[in-house]
């Protein structure tokens, strides 16, 4: 008996041997990302996975076009809703707006609605429209803010570093936000609708009817980039521009309360320019890899561009991957189109977020977005449902053009490079930390705007003509980078922000006699004095602390 369980036990030890030599040589073949991201709960490799998968169908051209959208000619024989919005993470914010002003709101979500535990960065001054438009009290704006630090750093490897202060360096808890705005919207009237995925909607003269269950006179659509509607519309057109994104929160980080809002210490590689983020957070400190590419169908894939960001964390940060305890990851891809807002060729549908397509080609934030233009949009929306201004030439009205976010599209251009063009490996850097070493000489009120999306007018012709009598030969090594046709595109929409700066500063004196017109005259030449008035930057404000 004792000789048969030596002889087991030396079988176990030997198994045992054989069982770690197996898995140590599994564990060498799995890519860094595979392995960081097995010891982080919920599974996050999956999830990487699955949107990896939505990438390669937009780049090679193989996403579905759905026909969601369908056009009646009679009429509903009765409307429940004033408006039913489809999409809750963002949609929240404009529907307890709208219940404010005595609309009846509904809300239809596929899942339970409720923030993630990551925070969202974002300014004082835009954080003021909650409290502006009675969603929040101060007190529980104050709650809302998960983390406050200053400064936040702008480095470029070929140029010295740059503080700014009070810029995205509020952290907002999106759990608490959502859920008090969900509780606001039902207290109000709301009907929110959980675990109800958008289907179809179907316009009538009089209405829409919504998964042929709701019927509405107006639809928000707040799904976000790769929202049926929006895929509908676009018909397969790839976007113009991308911005990859890869991420984590963890702690046993050096304790540092500064932030980094674009920074750089690698030249070009894999035909990219990698750019980095890192803000504090209430469980850590989370840690962004961003790129801007095109969606050519060579490009690589996110678990790429996370095999590289954790090779070059390290380096960035100065710390061992092995100090660290990931807490969670973050990861997507966010298209972007030159030819913007998207305008619906239907009546009754409004998109609006990401939905849109209005946000930034740099910063491609859609929470920020959203908040920036919520007062107006609220208004705008109340005084459209008052006019019954609902068909898709005035609702396009609520998504106007806006020449000081086109601008922008040369910058995102000179920041990437083709799949198959040629450019000097710091030639990006030395780009980036010219211009913004000259907008910080200028004056803080010329880079805080930039570094916020608002671009505009003087502050950039100072910022260009300084860089160009002082740079000449950085800014003709751009010129053929960005190439011609864009450049010229860039001349339109720089004509047309000096245009919508002097008509703003026109506009101020419209508002008597706009108020003397009738209400459907009234909507449209509000929502000029917005377009005007945002086009140009001048909604901006400096808020300080």
């Not at 509607?229 to 304790?255: E, I, N």
């Not at 990219?272 to 890192?278: G, K, S, V």
């Not at 009738?518 to 400096?542: I, T, V």
């Amino acid at each position: 008996m004792q000789s048969l369980l030596s002889h087991v036990n030396a079988m176990q030890e030997r198994y045992d041997l054989r069982y770690a030599s197996v898995r140590s040589s599994c564990i060498s073949f799995m890519s860094i990302t595979e392995q960081v991201l097995a010891n982080i709960p919920g599974n996050p490799l999956e999830g990487l996975r699955r949107v990896d998968a939505l990438w390669k169908s937009l780049r090679e051209d193989t996403v579905p076009v759905p026909n969601v959208v369908q056009v009646s000619e009679r009429s509903l024989n009765s409307v429940d809703w004033d408006v039913v919005i489809c999409g809750g993470t963002l949609g929240i914010l404009l529907g307890a707006a709208l219940v404010q002003k005595g609309w009846r709101v509904a809300l239809i979500e596929r899942g339970i609605l409720k923030g993630r535990e990551q925070e969202w960065n974002i300014s004082r001054q835009e954080l003021n429209a909650f409290v502006a438009l009675g969603l929040l009290s101060e007190a529980e704006l104050e709650t809302a803010i998960a983390t406050q630090f200053n400064p936040v750093r702008v480095s470029f490897s070929e140029g010295s570093d740059i503080f700014v202060r009070d810029v995205l360096n509020i952290g907002v808890d999106p759990v608490y936000l959502l859920e008090t705005l969900k509780q606001t919207f039902i207290k109000n009237g709301g009907n929110l609708i959980e675990n109800t995925p958008f289907e179809t909607v179907e316009i009538h003269s009089n209405g829409v009817s919504i998964n042929r269950s709701m019927n509405a006179r107006l639809m928000l659509d707040a799904m976000g980039h790769f929202s049926p509607v929006v895929r509908q519309a676009r018909q397969r057109k790839k976007p113009d521009g991308v911005c990859l994104v890869v991420g984590t929160c963890a702690k046993g980080f050096t304790h540092n309360e500064t932030g980094d809002l674009i920074t750089t210490f690698t030249p070009i590689q894999k035909q990219c320019q990698y750019f980095w983020e890192a803000f504090p957070a209430r469980d850590g400190r989370t840690t962004y890899l961003f790129t801007y590419l095109d969606a050519d169908r060579d490009r690589f894939s996110l678990e790429t561009l996370f095999d590289d960001y954790f090779k070059l964390l390290p380096e960035y940060q100065n710390v061992e991957l092995d100090q660290l305890e990931f807490v969670r990851t973050l990861f997507g891809f966010f298209p972007c189109y030159r030819k913007n807002p998207l305008h619906l060729k239907w009546d009754r549908i409004l998109p609006i977020g990401d939905s849109s397509g209005s946000q930034s080609p740099l910063s491609f934030g859609g929470f920020g977005a959203i908040v920036r233009h919520l007062e107006r949009l609220t208004n705008g929306i109340d005084q459209a449902l008052r006019c019954e201004m609902l068909n898709h030439s005035a609702l396009s009205l609520l998504q106007p053009y806006q020449p000081n976010l086109s601008v922008t599209w040369l910058f995102q251009r000179s920041m990437s490079v083709g799949v198959n063009q040629k450019a000097d490996l710091d030639q990006i850097n030395q780009l980036l930390a010219t211009v913004f070493a000259e907008m910080q000489q200028s004056r803080e009120q010329v880079l805080k705007p930039f570094l916020q999306d608002v671009v505009q007018f003087i502050p950039l012709s100072q910022t260009l003509l300084k860089t160009g009598i002082s740079h000449p030969a950085l800014v003709l090594k751009i010129i053929p980078h960005v190439g011609i046709p864009a450049l010229l595109d860039w001349m339109l929409h720089y004509f047309n922000l000096a245009s919508y700066t002097a008509l703003y500063l026109i506009s101020q004196r419209l508002k008597p006699w706009i108020a003397t017109l009738p209400s459907s005259q009234q909507y449209e030449w509000n929502r000029r004095l917005e377009a005007w008035q945002y086009g140009s930057g001048n909604d901006y404000q400096d808020i300080k602390e």
